[in-house]
């Protein structure tokens, strides 16, 4: 499965990351890979409690990417 996320830095050098289609799922790292690696314990964890609890799983993302030479 696929999930957009976004990592942000804040104001204290924390890098904090998001998903979206996941309310409340979030988590952070002193750095960008460690948030990372947070955030997919962190949708994992929020996955398994959906199942636990028969709830619906939002839908994985697919994405395509283009290359164009400017």
């Not at 690696?37 to 990417?65: C, F």
């Amino acid at each position: 499965m696929r999930y957009r996320i976004t990592i942000e830095q804040d104001e204290d050098g924390m890098f904090v990351a998001k998903c979206s289609a996941l309310p409340g799922c979030f988590s952070q790292g002193t750095t960008r890979e460690e948030a990372l690696k947070n955030i997919k314990d962190a949708i994992e964890g929020y996955i398994e409690s959906l199942k636990k609890h028969n709830e619906p799983i939002p839908p994985s993302i697919e994405e395509e990417t283009v290359e164009i030479h400017a």
